[in-house]
């Protein structure tokens, strides 16, 4: 927990799938938030296998700015994979973790920084979520009792990518899985490591640009049946 207004060093890091409209934008903003609430910051874009330009555009972007660095998947991991892939290229004191369509902004996180004297890990919450019906009820009630029964967990928005914590947490979680479960994961062995977790709202914008691609039936499979292998291995530690 911290009490600074300001922190000493920030890794921002967000997965990136066909961003390619959204990307330069989403960057900029991040690298203007950064300045104002850390000392030191990095940016940091995992390009997990898109087949636009998503990559090319943030290498241009880290020509100009030293701060802006560029994790390339060769081929696409999903959301998992690239999750873990941004935590391991963090190099700063703290991490904030976001998404890179721009359903999410920027100016909120000064407060989140503030509500690290009461937390190691701030995870946000959608007030509003700008989603399809069918992802809607998918998370906020079928996810929702899912993770409630299997590991007892009860935040209200885990899947929302807005979350600021130090590094400290990510170095004492090892990550098995490599699916949409593994910021569950991520969370939920927090919480079993007792870290503090404030849950605080954000706002959530519609997309402008993109598809989502989080909702189909091959990535829902691979998450329930990856949710039944953590499942088992927390019940032996």
């Not at 880290?62 to 994979?81: D, E, R, T």
């Amino acid at each position: 927990m911290t009490s600074l207004d300001k922190l000493s060093s920030l890794s921002v890091f967000m997965p990136a799938y066909n961003e390619e409209a959204n990307i330069s934008n989403v960057v900029l903003e991040a690298c203007e938030a950064a300045k104002k609430i850390a000392v030191d910051y990095e940016v940091i874009v995992v390009n997990d296998g898109s087949k636009d330009d998503t990559g090319k555009i943030v290498t241009d972007l880290a020509k100009k700015n030293h701060h802006i660095k560029l994790v390339n998947h060769i081929v696409n991991k999903g959301y998992g994979g690239a999750v873990k892939s941004g935590l391991d290229a963090c190099s700063k004191e703290y991490i904030f973790f976001t998404d890179s369509d721009g359903q999410f902004h920027f100016d909120e996180l000064g407060r989140f920084v503030k509500l690290l004297s009461r937390a190691d890990l701030v995870m946000g919450y959608r007030r509003k979520r700008m989603d399809p019906f069918h992802r809607v009820f998918l998370a906020q009630v079928l996810l929702k009792i899912w993770n409630y029964v299997l590991f007892g967990l009860t935040v209200k928005d885990v899947d929302c990518a807005y979350k600021l914590f130090p590094r400290k947490v990510s170095d004492n979680i090892k990550l098995e899985t490599e699916s949409a479960i593994t910021v569950t994961e991520f969370i939920v062995k927090a919480w079993r490591l007792g870290f503090v977790i404030h849950q605080a709202p954000v706002t959530h914008y519609a997309r402008k640009f993109g598809e989502q691609t989080g909702g189909n039936w091959r990535v829902i499979l691979r998450a329930a049946t990856d949710s039944f292998h953590l499942y088992k291995q927390l019940q032996k530690i």
